[in-house]
């Protein structure tokens, strides 16, 4: 009796090797963000809304609902504004079927936003990821902990899962 349960869990452990090993082999997922910094010029400003309007230095327009508004009340129409955005994201390492990552358009789910890009170059050190999404654009995250960034190389696909919240800052540019 005892053979026949050592060959039942022996039989088992056997079956699962591949599964351990294909989920070992990929890094576990991490805590990251995003920051994006830009200059632009004030269209309106909506002091008890806490949203100012931007115009950039292409002409693109963007409205902004500003988390930090300590510097709000300085901001006039006109004046020339930096605005630094900072999302928080967690980072998962993906595999498709044929051991290679897969790509996809952006998706939103329940007011997450989650992309998949492919990992363009990895800065250990500082535990920052130059991703590359799949219209070609490149965006940059850095690992809260560089050390769980460590198993992630260049070429690897990444789902990139924003949290909902951004916070948003503006301040007069220097």
């Known amino acids: 009796m005892k ?8 039989g088992a ?3 699962a090797a591949p599964l351990v090993s294909f989920a070992a082999s990929l890094p576990a997922p991490f805590e990251g963000s995003s920051t994006l910094q830009a200059d632009g010029v004030v269209k309106s400003v909506d002091q008890a809304k806490h949203s100012v309007t931007v115009i950039d230095a292409q002409g693109g327009e963007a409205s902004f609902n500003v988390t930090d508004p300590s510097n709000l009340a300085q901001i006039k129409q006109g004046n020339k504004v930096h605005i630094r955005m900072m999302r928080n994201a967690m980072i998962s390492v ?6 290679h990552g ?3 358009q952006p998706v939103q789910q329940n007011t997450v936003q989650s992309v998949t890009a492919e990992a363009q170059a990895v ?3 500082s535990g920052v990821l130059a991703l590359k999404d799949p219209n070609g ?7 809260r902990e560089p050390a769980k960034v460590a198993g992630v190389t260049p070429g690897m696909h990444v789902s990139v899962a924003y949290a909902p ?3 948003v800052a503006v301040a007069p540019a220097q």
């Open 3 to 10: 053979d026949k349960a050592f060959g039942i869990i022996a």
């Open 13 to 15: 452990l056997i079956a």
């Open 94 to 99: 993906m595999r498709g079927a044929d051991g």
């Open 102 to 104: 897969t790509a996809a």
């Open 123 to 125: 800065d250990h050190a």
């Open 137 to 143: 654009s490149v965006f940059h995250i850095r690992g």
């Open 165 to 167: 919240q951004v916070n």
